[in-house]
């Protein structure tokens, strides 16, 4: 629940922040008769990723044996790579504000209210279908569907939006978002091998190793539902399996794409970090 969370808190306040800077800059430049525009794109944004989710969770519900399992692995692949975009995209930004503005001001001095709207439009858009990938990743990870943590995200996401619209207060969005990726980051490494371990189901990528450890007891003790505190399912792995995509007993490609993802994304990471002195 903490990772979905975490999710729908990111995409919802970025969302929120760039519809923010869009009417601030309106406002300052006196051009809050656009403002009408602005929220039909965001009304738009979020009907396209409703409908988003809506034929997600249609296709979804379409696969069965061998082809459910490859389905499964490639959206976990597709939402890791797309998590990963996410976070260095963010960390590589230095003056979103500004571009947004530029873009604003030239559809402004076209009168070009379509390419405002579009502009909007998308940006929401684009969040909402991230967010839909992201949770149906998620859920296939923990095998449910963290309804709640999703909906607290949501929310707590557009009341501190609103607040930093509103009220103007300084917030260290920065400090946050550094936090989350970090997490985010271990996050999309379990997705990663899930994504193999799907695949390996199906047949596509070999075991080689099927078991590197396992911690897993073929069943609960006592056959009343009571797991091991480190068994994916017990006190301590179920937190980590859903955090940090934690497997009680991984294949050996499991462990090496689960590594192999820290090494790459942290080497990217450093290279972001030198480049912005």
């Known amino acids: 629940?903490?990772?979905?969370?975490?999710?729908?808190?990111?995409?919802?306040?970025?969302?929120?922040?760039?519809?923010?800077?869009m009417l601030a800059y309106l406002k300052k430049t006196k051009n809050t008769r656009y403002n009408n525009i602005v929220y039909i794109g965001i009304f738009a944004g979020i009907f396209g990723s409703f409908l988003s989710a809506f034929l997600f969770n249609k296709l979804a519900g379409g696969f069965t044996g061998r082809a459910e399992e490859i389905f499964e692995g490639v959206i976990m692949l597709v939402g890791?790579?797309?998590?990963?975009?996410?976070?260095l995209?963010?960390?590589?930004?230095?003056?979103?504000s500004k571009e947004i503005e530029n873009k604003i001001l030239k559809d402004i001095n076209r009168k070009d209210k379509f390419g405002?709207?579009?502009l909007v439009f998308f940006s929401v858009l684009r969040e909402g279908v991230e967010?839909?990938?992201?949770?149906?990743?998620?859920?296939?990870?923990?095998?449910?569907?963290g309804f709640f943590g999703g909906i607290l995200g949501i929310g707590v996401a557009m009341f501190l939006g609103?607040?930093?619209f509103v009220t103007s207060?300084?917030?260290?969005?920065?400090?946050?978002?550094?936090?989350?990726?970090l997490i985010l980051i271990f996050f999309a490494a379990g997705l990663t091998a899930h994504g193999i371990h799907e695949l390996q189901e199906a047949k596509i990528v070999p075991t080689i190793i099927e078991h590197v450890w396992d911690v897993n007891p073929k069943a609960?003790?006592?056959?009343?539902?009571?797991?091991?505190?480190?068994?994916?399912?017990?006190?301590?792995?179920?937190?980590?399996?859903?955090?940090?995509?934690?497997?009680?007993?991984?294949?050996?490609?499991?462990?090496?794409?689960?590594l192999l993802y820290l090494g790459i994304v942290f080497f990217v990471y450093r290279n972001i970090e030198k480049n912005k002195f």
């Open 1 to 21: 629940m903490i990772a979905i969370f975490l999710i729908t808190f990111r995409e919802t306040l970025e969302a929120s922040l760039i519809i923010g800077i």
């Open 80 to 87: 890791s790579i797309l998590l990963t975009s996410m976070i």
């Open 89 to 96: 995209w963010m960390m590589n930004q230095k003056h979103v």
């Open 116 to 118: 405002l709207f579009m």
């Open 131 to 145: 967010t839909v990938i992201f949770l149906g990743s998620a859920s296939l990870i923990s095998k449910n569907n």
């Open 162 to 164: 609103y607040l930093i």
């Open 169 to 181: 207060i300084k917030i260290d969005v920065k400090k946050f978002f550094n936090i989350s990726s």
């Open 220 to 258: 609960p003790i006592a056959e009343q539902g009571i797991y091991p505190a480190l068994h994916e399912n017990g006190a301590i792995g179920s937190i980590g399996k859903g955090l940090f995509g934690y497997n009680g007993n991984p294949s050996l490609i499991e462990v090496i794409s689960y």
